[in-house]
């Protein structure tokens, strides 16, 4: 199968797994790495309404968490007719990865979008003055 179709498939089943009981807006995510893994995500809502994440964010802690620092592509669905885009807190939390990152947005067809083109003039790890030397 096409990778993004996969992709995209990927982001469709990570949806069921939605714990989404306060919005009843249930998400899911799939991110790719350039060698091919793909990591889910879906969004984990919270009594705590202010803690809940995102899928986005699942899915792309979850890649860190396994060892992963490049990205290609991450897919998005919500189950929505209209394609679902990341919210700003994601799209930053991406960023940090690489703007080039392309966003596939689940709908018929599909919407794919640059990642840059979503957060334009990002904030980033570059805008950060250089660790300090360590003392000794
Ligand atoms: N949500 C996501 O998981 N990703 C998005 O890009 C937009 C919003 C979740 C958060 C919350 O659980 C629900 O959708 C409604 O905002």
Redesign the pocket.
Known sequence: MDPDRALLEAARAARERAY?PY?R?R?GAALRTPGGRVYRGC?V?NASFGL?I???RVALQTAVAEGERAFEAVA?DAGQAAP????GA?RQVLAEFGVDLRVLLAADPPVVLRLGDLLPRSFGPGDLPPPAEARS
């Open positions: 989404a919005s807006f998400v969004n809502e809940t995102c899928a986005e998005i679902t885009p990341p919210c994601c």
